[in-house]
């Protein structure tokens, strides 16, 4: 069988080194964008400041799971 | 000089208490751990306790209480390995290539990002794991929440971890190494691959160990993602129940031997870290020496 010369060998590494760097940063990026995507639309000065409105509704805001969130930090 | 002395002294001091306390207060953990699991480990038995395959800690009627983890603890291998197959590759690879290949500008970008990453909690990879990647598996077939795509969102957790740590320890090794080889006139890819990366072995040891560590510890992504099924998984696209998001999802409303149960699992769990992480040593030490 032919052998692959080392040159060849040098590309072929190159190429699988950069395929998995994109990867990763395809990963990394889906997953900051799509969290940016979804929930900055969302915050506002309203959504801070005002409690949540009960029960599952999910409407309104985080201003009381902030109190027990700032002291643990 | 007198104050000097006494400066001395007192520091001394004060380190030696912080050491002792710590040390102290890691002990009494330890042993408060294997105080609540006793119970359970007497009245369930070592072996029915690892090998048994049910688990029903609150029982329906007048069935009794079953406490076997062997479903528990094939999940946590499972759904561990699965995720390092992807990771490891994936960072080392991408460490190499920040390490060495890319071009000055994308590795001023991607290094802040990636050690960026690390720091996101576990939650918000759970929530995007269960929003994008569950309903994908969904389409394949089975109910979506799956070893499949815990495997996929640990993979996606860890991947930082190995590649930011290994990114340091290949930068770590000394240029002479390098320049050396490249001298004999290796060409760049045979420096990278005969010469750096085993002398980078041990960091890189560190960085897969430490991202092992992780995944056999998440419990939050994991609770969201895995479907925390007791039975046994026979498929990737099962549901399985891993031993820490088994312990995070019944501590709430466990009692009496329940409660002990889910500390003997936390002593099983924390074994099973120690006994991983004594294998990955003992690999590499003994790879370095040949």
């Known amino acids: 069988m032919h052998r692959i010369s080392a040159k060849q060998t040098q590309r072929l590494a190159l190429a699988g080194i950069w395929g998995t760097g994109i990867v990763t940063v395809i990963i990394l990026l889906v997953i900051v964008i799509y969290v940016l995507v979804k929930g900055l639309p969302d915050i506002g000065w309203s959504f801070l400041t005002s409690p949540p409105r009960g029960g599952l509704s999910g409407e309104e805001g985080i201003a009381t799971a902030q109190v027990p969130a700032f002291p643990a930090t | ?290």
């Open chain 2, 1 to 290: 000089m007198k104050r000097r002395y006494l400066i001395d002294r007192s520091s001394r001091g004060v380190l030696l208490i912080c050491a002792t306390v710590s040390v102290a207060v890691l002990l009494a953990i330890a042993v408060f751990i294997l105080k609540e699991s006793w119970p359970a480990f007497r009245q369930i038995g070592l072996l029915d306790f690892l090998l048994g395959t049910e688990w029903k800690p609150v029982p329906v009627g007048d069935e009794s209480p079953e406490y076997g983890i062997l479903a528990m603890i094939v999940g946590t291998v499972l759904v561990t390995a699965g995720a390092l197959i992807f990771a490891i590759p994936l960072g080392i690879g991408c460490a190499i290539l920040l390490a060495d290949a890319a071009p000055q500008r994308i590795r001023q970008i991607l290094r802040p990002a990636v050690e960026l990453l690390v720091g996101i909690p576990s939650v918000v990879y759970g929530l995007v794991g269960l929003v994008l990647i569950v309903p994908v598996i969904r389409q394949i077939g089975g109910p979506g929440l799956s070893l499949a795509a815990g495997v996929i969102v640990l993979a996606a957790m860890i991947l930082p971890t190995i590649i930011s740590i290994s990114e340091d320890s290949i930068r770590a090794v000394p240029k002479a190494y390098r320049e050396g080889a490249l001298a004999l006139g290796a060409t760049n890819w045979q420096t990278t691959w005969r010469v750096v990366l085993p002398a980078a072995r041990s960091g890189i040891a560190a960085s897969i160990v430490l991202g092992m560590g992780r995944a056999v510890g998440e419990a939050m992504a994991m609770v969201m993602v895995i479907g925390m099924a007791t039975a046994m998984p026979n498929s990737p696209l099962d549901p399985a129940r891993p031993m820490a998001p088994g312990i995070a999802l019944e501590t709430n409303y466990a009692s009496g031997v329940h409660l002990s149960a889910l500390f003997a699992i936390g002593v099983v769990l924390f074994l099973f870290i120690v006994i991983l992480n004594s294998i990955a040593i003992l690999v590499f030490k003994r790879g370095a020496r040949a």
